[in-house]
Every structure is written in C-alpha cells, then in structure tokens.
C-alpha cells in the first residue's frame, strides 16, 4: 500500500472530496476526504464504488485511424492535416470542437482558446449544454454574470429550501444526505418538492407539488403575485439594487393571477399552492435548488429567471441561507462556463459580443483571430454535420450518440461527415464507433487538475494511477494539435500548472471588479502551491484571498446599471404538445447508481445491481389504458424513434407522462437509447434542449419468447429483438426477447454457450419453457431460462448460487425446479449497493419486527450506514409495510 492521495469525485456537481488509497494488487480503497467541505467524508454510492471502475478492461490505450493502431505522431498529424484541410477548403466554421463536463478546467482553457482565439471560429460547445445553460442564461439575465450566489451551508441554514426539477436523493445524493441531515437538526427546517414525479427526494418533504410538466413558470409567476399583493416584498431592496420590478409583476398578474388560477394551470389542489405561497412569503431563510427539471425545457431560461424574481423580490440574495440555487449535473460543468467552453461565451465569463471582452482577450492571447461571433450550440451544430456545414469534428470525453436529443440523427450525420476525432479513455462506445481517428485519453485517478463545483468552489483531481498504454492527458493532445496547426509558442505549455496559472492570470487581466470570475490570487502559485491546492470557492482576489462563500453580499450586480434585473416572464407552452397519435409525454432522467452513458458506473457490478435493466414508469391508469403489465416489455415511440423498457406501473408516476432513464446504449442493450426518442426542441436563449418534454405512445411488445442467461464469462452479443448485458457478481447478465421462434432450445443454449461442462436440463415442448445450467468443476458456469411468457424466476438467488465453491445436489434440483428451496432464501432487488442487501431480506427483517427505524436496519444489516443512498428506499419500505 502506499500513501493516501486526496482527490476529487468524478460525477456531479457536489464535487465531493476523495481518498484513494493505491494497494500493492493495483486496487484502490476509496473513502471519502473528511475535511473537504462539500462532502465532510460523506461519499454516495457512486462515489463508494470508484475502486471497481479503474481496470483497464475495454480501455483506449493506443490511438487510432481507421481502425488501425497507429503512432501519437501519426494521428495527431493526421488531426491536424485533416483540420487544416477544411479550414483552407471551406472557412474555419466548418471545423467544431465538442467538448465536455468531464474535462478538467485546464483541459477546457487550451481547448476553447484554440477553437475561439486561434482556429478563429466560435464552433466549441459542451455537453453542458445538455445540463445546466438555461441557468447560466437566467443568471446573466438577472445578475448580468453566470454567477451562482450561494454555498452548500446555505441549506444548512435555511428554513426552507424549495427543491424544483430535482431528484436530489439520486441525482446529488450527498447533498440531499446533507439536508437530511440539516433537517434532523433543525425540526423547523420545511422542504417543499417540485416535481411532476414522486421521487426518493419526495421521502423527506413536507409538501409535495406534482405539477404539470412545463407550468412551472405559471407557479412562480403566481408566487410573485402572491407576495406583492400580500405585502411579503422587500422594497427597499427592490427601489434601490433592482430594475424592472414593474414589467415583471405585470406579466405576473396576467398570466398568474389568483391561486385558483395558478392551480388550474399547474395541475395542483388550490390548498397545496396556498400552502407553498404561504411557507414562501413567510419564511426569510429560503434557498431555492434547482436542476434539469428546471432547465431542460424549451422555456428552461424563464424557468430560471421566474424563480430568481421571486428571490429578488423578497431581497433573499447575498445572505446567509438565501438565494436561487442552481446545481449542476457533471463534475467540471461550472469550470467549462470559467473558461468559455459555451459556444456563446469567451473565456473568463466574458463575452464574444462584447466589444472590451473581446479586445481584452484578444490582447491577452496575443492574437488578431479571436472569433467575433458565437459559434453553434449543441443541438445545432449536430445539425451542421448532417446539413455539412461543419465538415470536421473533434468530440472530447463525451457520448453525443446517446445524449443528444434525436440521437439517431446525430449518428447518422456523424457517419457521413468528412472527419470525426473522438478523444475518449473507452474503445468502444456509440460515439467511437462513428469515428475516423481515435485518442487515447486518461481516465479518473490518472489525469491531473482542477474541477470546479455547483458552490464555486474549486478542487483538485489528482493522479493516483499510472498512464496505463499510450494514454495522455486531454490538455497535452489538445496542445500538440494546436502547435502541428502553426501554434506553437501559444500552446507550448510544459505542465497543466502552467495552463492554471495563465487562465488566472486572464480572469484578472484588467477585471477591477468589474467581472465575476477572480481568481488573480492564484495567478502566480508555483508548482508546489498547485499540487498543494485544498478546495476554495471563487472569487479568489486581493479583497478575497481566502475565497467568498457567498455572492451579492454589497447589493451590488455585474450588470451596466449595477442593478439586477427582473425579467417579465409570459409562461408559453413546450414545444411538442400530445395529440391522438403520440397520446404521453416523455420525461428522462437518471437513476441512483448510473451516470451518463454507463461507461464508467457498469465496470461495478455492485452499482449494477440495483436497477440493471431500461424502464418505463407508468402510471396504473395509463397502463390499463394502454394495456402495458407490470415486469413485461413496452415499446414507446415518438416522431423521432422508438425504445423499449421494463414496464414498471406505479403511482409515483402521474397520470398521462411516462418517465425513462437515458444510461443504456447500445453497448449494453438493444433498443435502449431513450433520446432517440427525445424531441430536439431547445431554449432558444440557452439553446438547451427539452428532455423533460416529449409526446410519445406507449404499447405492449409482444414478443414470441422471453429469456435470461446467467454467464461466468461474458457472451458474444446474442442476435434478438431485446438484449442486455450487465456485469455482475462473477457472473454476466443477459435479458432477452425474440420475434422468431427457437426451435430446438437446447440447440439454442449449446450455440451460444458451447456444449462442454455437465448439463442440467428441463424442457416442455407443449409449453415452451427451458432451464439449464452448466456445471464446471462442481461450480455453476451458467444457467438460462426462456419462457413464452416475462414470468419467469428471480435473477437473485440464481446469482447466488455462482457464489457457491460447490453446487449442492439440493441447488441443482431446485435450479431445474425454477425456484429456490427453503435452505436458499433470495435476497430480492439490490437496495443497498455497498452492502449487498437485497428488498426481500430488509422485508423480512422489517416484518419479524427486529427493524422498526431506518437505524434498526443499518445495525442489523448494514443497509444504510455507509453511502446512505438507500435510505429513502429504506423508509419507503417501512411506510409500506406499516400501511
């Protein structure tokens, strides 16, 4: 074992501390960093499991063209020549950068400042485009800076916190074990959660707003209503540090008159918005968290700016416990919007449509070809390499053939396009597959820099790991293209400290305050100071040298006026409304122990047990309507393709929306990528699109067979309609489902499993059900089950049973019987992923009545006492067997 190395989580916002221990087996022993203040030890289940994530399984390791290993000098050349090709060609805006959240700050600085000031083109945007940029537009709209107010004490201060548009419990799952936390301690704490779903987050709120997908500005709206007309407003605030008061209370009053009115249009009991009005108005300490439900919407900047009006109204900003919070989705999203990653913004948090900025840049860089317009936002630019207007592309750490919205049109133009460079750490996935030169990148625990969080504040990643094949830091491949185009002197930086140093430098190079982002303190920290670097929220100045917790505390705002502004909101429909033929709408999002596109998350089979296979949430209304059961296949169609799920029928769920999760690929399944299904409609001042909010059908697949094989090794990809592929504990697991007929299942079995082995089979022609399972030295080897039917056994205790050394005769009957014996208890769905404990086990620990309290379960089981992302699970268990 060697020492200890204090990192940075590599998933959300939170930006949690970590301490990676390196053992001599080449394991890491994750724990979370006690003294970082975004997570105080506290890791979610994720972040528990980044040990299982850092084989090099399926690692790009060696670049290549067109399939073929090849030298570093080789591609970056061929990088190069191919861009410098469609620039002379064609104009430098026919070549994109697409770039991501998952790039360090340093990483992101050299990447924009070769697109915007050097390539001359404005065509570089990020897949935070996807996450968080109506809230960037809301905050530039309102503070006339991409300015985030408050810190993560803030709700440990508050007295109420409104969550809107978020599954916090999964989606920021520390952060919520935070304000359970605050709540626990502060009795008078009150949550209010605004949400069309009823999530795990919902377990802890004390008014639950299920509103109708896309009437949240009619809410807020509502609520500024209520507060001037029921004296709740802070005008001394609003006369002498805002402007537009008027304008915005108008549009209020017309669209949101009365709360009858505001409960019509939000789908909500009249009683609730009192309520929520009521708890608004009278309460000082309130901090507004928001996320993608807030923001990926066609109307995700007014979402935003009609929840700043409200806090603006009342002057519950620059205070301690008050303000509108915007989290972010990926770790490094607010350090892409620091260094200009946007296709609209420059760096530093200036403009590209600002005269000064774009002088001052310009001079900074010492360059005469800074771009002087935006560039292509994330939906458009895609657009653009199918139309061929850009020509070439250079995709960075990201999957676009999964997260876009209308994905099969996203791959489609990829496959067409002239040049497409993919950066990434993983061979294979939907976006490298489309692509012409491939890179080697590091991965998390190999690459080194800074990562800023959803508070400001920020961190550093550090290297725990050796560069595993040719694998390099993303800034040092982004540099040697720059100097193969002719740039050498501007990219020739021999550390990625230098690149920290110089994007100080800029965010202080003639500032005088009059921007935001300050972070000049750090400017000239030597090389020691950077590797020493302990978390601090910006700004980092003379005045600040230690870093500002919170922003606005002097009433004074980055606008020309040095006012914040409100902004008249007319609440407007989405987009795409249901009709006859697309009946639903479609919301996505993600679920507990996923991230993104799974490229990391399902290397632990631990993250995959809890939920491992798509689903569709259904409400028990709609799937009679429908005709869709509980554990069958559904197929849900829009305009722009077509998936298929996991029914999962549930009140949770309202009535006439569906909800799927947008990880599964077609890496890992068929007919799972959910925003080929996603209409492309977007923001049109964020140009972030409406993932939220798409109308669809949903009905029953019917296929002729069901099946799942259990497999100690993994399986070439089986040829059905549906399958999946999922790591678990010493086993792989596959779900699967056919239009054709198998006519000879043990044919069938032995063709994809080969014949060796002792064979245990049971099969009824008349029925068509068949079980098998192949021994191997006394050890289960595989076992597969196919039926006419989704009625088939539990995955659980058959995965059991491959932690056995030797299977008993007892095993083997039971397994040809198709259900466990009395002597093999199955421990159910996974709800515990650190502790391996299933649903049926915490039942019956609930029901002998030696589990009473979420704590009586974590003493008796464990479930619960390390990450804690299962507790609400844990108390939804409780309630219903209480019920």
Avoid at 184 to 212: F, G, M, S, Y
Avoid at 301 to 327: Q, V
Avoid at 403 to 411: E, F, G, I
């Amino acid at each position: 074992m060697t020492e200890p190395v204090a990192t940075t989580c590599p998933y959300c916002g939170v930006g949690c501390g970590v301490l990676a221990t390196p053992e001599k087996d080449g394991s890491l022993t994750i724990k979370g960093l006690e003294d970082h203040p975004a997570n105080f030890g506290r890791l979610c289940s994720k972040g528990s499991a980044l040990g299982d994530t850092v084989d090099l399984d399926g690692r790009l390791l060696h670049p290549q063209i067109k399939g073929q290993q090849s030298s570093w000098d080789e591609a970056l050349d061929a990088v190069a020549n191919g861009f410098r090709k469609v620039i002379d060609e064609h104009g430098p805006d026919a070549v994109a950068f697409y770039v991501s959240g998952q790039l360090l700050t340093e990483d992101y600085y050299v990447a924009n400042k070769l697109m915007k000031g050097f390539i001359g083109s404005g065509n570089i945007d990020t897949n935070s485009r996807l996450c968080m940029s109506s809230a960037v537009a809301g905050y530039k709209r309102a503070f006339g800076a991409d300015a985030v107010p408050c810190s993560y004490e803030d709700l440990e201060q508050a007295d109420l916190i409104v969550i809107e548009g978020s599954n916090t419990a999964w989606c920021h799952p520390v952060i919520f074990q935070r304000i359970v936390q605050a709540k626990e301690d502060n009795p008078d704490l009150k949550i209010v959660v605004i949400d069309p779903r009823k999530t795990a987050t919902c377990e802890i709120a004390d008014l639950h707003l299920p509103l109708k997908s896309g009437s949240d500005t009619s809410l807020f709206n509502g609520l500024l209503h209520y507060l001037q007309h029921n004296n709740h407003l802070d005008n001394d605030f609003i006369d002498n540090h805002t402007e537009g008061f008027a304008a915005a209370l108008s549009s209020a009053q017309q669209s949101s008159a009365d709360i009858n009115t505001v409960a019509e249009r939000c789908g909500l009991s009249a009683n609730d918005v009192a309520e929520f009005f009521r708890l608004f108005a009278n309460t000082e300490k309130v901090v507004t968290l928001y996320s993608q439900g807030v923001n990926q919407s066609s109307a995700g900047t007014d979402n935003s700016n009609s929840i700043i009006n409200c806090h603006l109204a009342t002057g519950r900003i620059g205070k301690p416990a008050m303000g509108p919070f915007s989290i972010t989705g990926q770790p490094n999203a607010m350090g892409g919007r620091e260094v200009g990653g946007l296709s609209n913004q420059l760096a530093a948090h200036m403009d590209i449509d600002n005269p000064i900025h774009h002088d001052l840049v310009s001079r900074f860089w010492q360059t005469d070809n800074l771009t002087t317009t935006a560039g292509a936002k994330a939906v458009d630019m895609f657009n653009d390499v199918a139309s061929g207007k850009i020509k070439a592309i250079w995709i960075m750490a990201t999957n676009p053939v999964v997260t876009l919205p209308d994905a099969d049109k996203v791959r489609e133009a990829l496959q067409a396009c002239e040049l497409v460079v993919v950066s990434d750490c993983e061979q294979n996935t939907d976006t490298t597959a489309c692509s012409d030169i491939l890179l080697p990148a590091l991965a998390w625990g190999e690459k080194c820099g800074t990562v800023t969080n959803s508070e400001r504040r920020i961190s550093r990643q550090r290297n725990i790991l050796p560069h595993p094949g040719e694998a390099e830091e993303d800034w040092w491949i982004i540099c040697h293209v720059a100097q193969r185009l002719g740039f050498e002197k501007q990219f020739d930086y021999p550390t990625n400290a230098d690149i920290f140093r110089e994007h100080a430098a800029l965010s202080s190079f003639e500032n005088n305050g009059t921007r935001d982002f300050d972070i000049s303190a750090l400017a000239k920290i030597s090389d020691d100071e950077y590797d020493q670097l302990t978390p601090i929220q910006w700004p980092i100045n003379a005045d600040n040298p230690n870093g500002t917790e919170r922003l606005f505390t002097d009433k004074c705002f980055f606008t020309a006026s040095g006012k914040a502004q409100f902004i008249a909101i007319q609440p407007r429909l989405p987009v795409n409304t249901p009709n006859e033929k697309y009946p639903l709408i479609l919301n996505t999002g993600r679920v507990r122990d996923q991230w993104h596109t799974m490229t990391r998350t399902a290397r632990s089979a631990k993250l995959n047990g809890h939920i491992p296979e798509p689903f569709v949430e259904v409400h028990p209304v709609d799937a009679e309507k429908w005709s869709v059961i509980e554990g069958a296949l559904a197929q849900i169609e829009s305009r722009w393709g077509a998936v298929l799920a996991r029914v999962q029928v549930t009140d949770n769920q309202q009535k006439g929306s569906v909800f799927i999760p947008m990880h599964w690929n077609q890496q890992n399944s068929s007919l799972s990528r959910v925003d080929a299904v996603v209409n492309p409609a977007a923001d049109p001042l964020s140009g972030q699109p409406e993932f939220k909010h798409t109308p669809v059908s949903i009905r029953a697949y019917q296929p002729v067979w069901h099946g799942f094989i259990l497999s100690r090794i993994p399986l070439p990809t089986i040829n059905c309609q549906y399958w999946l592929k999922i790591k678990g504990e010493q086993f792989w697991r596959y779900e699967l489902a056919g239009d054709a007929a198998i006519n000879d299942h043990s044919a069938w079995a032995k063709q994809h499993l080969g014949d060796a082995g002792e064979w245990l089979e049971f099969s009824d022609g008349a029925s068509q059900r068949y079980r098998a399972g192949i021994i191997k030295n006394n050890q289960l080897e595989s076992v597969v089950f196919i039926a006419p039917t989704h009625e088939l056994p539990t995955r659980s205790w058959l995965s059991q049973l491959f932690a056995e050394k030797e299977l008993s005769s007892e095993a083997r009957t039971n397994l040809l019987a198709g259900k466990p014996g009395a002597d093999q208890p199955d421990i159910g769905p996974l709800i515990c992923a650190c502790f391996g404990v299933g649903e049926n086990t915490i039942k019956e620990a609930i029901a002998c009545g030696d589990a009473k309290t979420v704590d009586d379960i974590g003493n008796l089981l464990k479930a619960g006492t390390n990450c804690g992302s299962c507790i609400p699970e844990l108390k939804k268990l409780l309630y219903a067997t209480a019920k």
